[in-house]
């Protein structure tokens, strides 16, 4: 059985840093591209970054140049790094792993002063 769990959720500042983990158990972990999704209260889930097994990885622009994902295959993990947080990045993270569709159960990130 795949299971997601996720590490590093919080309070920080407007304009601070933080990192997400993610380990993987119950998978081959490399053949799995893995992503972070957030949702913000009345909203809808929304994808803020994936990376393929091989490293190759995609995000959008709202996040570009600030928020990072990588993965350590080795360790079964996937990090995403978040610098220059601003208060709309407040949401619950969810972590994802397909193929298959699994999902962990994602910490709350609060970005307030």
């Known amino acids: 059985q795949v299971q997601l769990v996720e590490s590093g959720g919080g309070l920080v500042q407007p304009g601070g840093s933080l990192r997400l983990s993610c380990v993987v158990s119950?998978?081959?972990?490399?053949?799995?591209?893995m992503g972070w999704y957030r949702q913000a209260p009345g909203k809808q889930r929304e994808l803020v970054a994936q990376i393929t097994g091989g490293g190759s990885t995609n995000d959008p622009d709202s996040v570009k140049g600030r928020f990072t994902i990588s993965r350590d295959n080795p360790q079964n993990t996937v990090y995403l790094q978040m610098n220059s947080l601003k208060p709309v990045a407040t949401a619950v993270y969810y972590c994802h792993a397909t193929p298959g569709h699994y999902w962990g159960k994602g910490p709350l990130v609060t970005v307030s002063s």
């Open positions: 119950g998978a081959i972990f490399r053949l799995y591209v």
